[in-house]
């Protein structure tokens, strides 16, 4: 089971991005999927999740409207798109695959499986 995470990059705020997560060793349907973030000297925080039964998807309250992820199963690939990108979304972007029992999906401790991370920088 493997992530890569893509798709990082310098953006001006307010603008977009979109982070590509590919998946091998399994599909866009064998686990929940989702994304973090982590900014300097910070602590790592979930950004979305979304369910491999239904696509159900969940997001904190710092993102919501402005951050939607989907999957590609054809590309067996999961997004996250980033509209009206603000300066404190400055992070490195990490996706996360198969979650364990028994925490919050925004505990990155209730993840198995991480790609490495790519960078999102937010600045004019």
């Known amino acids: 089971v493997q992530l890569q995470a893509s798709g990082g990059g310098l953006v001006q705020p307010d603008g977009s991005l979109r982070l590509s997560c590919a998946l091998s060793?399994?599909?866009?349907?064998?686990?929940?999927i989702a994304w973090f973030r982590q900014a300097p000297g910070k602590e790592r925080e979930g950004v979305g999740c979304m369910s491999n039964n239904d696509g159900r998807t969940w997001y904190v309250d710092s993102v919501k409207g402005r951050f939607t992820m989907s999957g590609d199963n054809a590309k067996n690939t999961v997004y996250l798109r980033m509209d009206s990108l603000k300066p404190e979304d400055t992070a490195v972007y990490f996706c996360?695959?198969?979650?364990?029992?028994?925490?919050?999906?925004?505990?990155?401790?209730?993840?198995?499986?991480w790609g490495q991370g790519t960078l999102v920088t937010v600045s004019s």
């Open positions: 060793g399994f599909t866009v349907d064998s686990y929940a």
């Open positions: 996360a695959a198969e979650r364990l029992g028994g925490t919050k999906w925004t505990d990155p401790k209730g993840w198995h499986c």
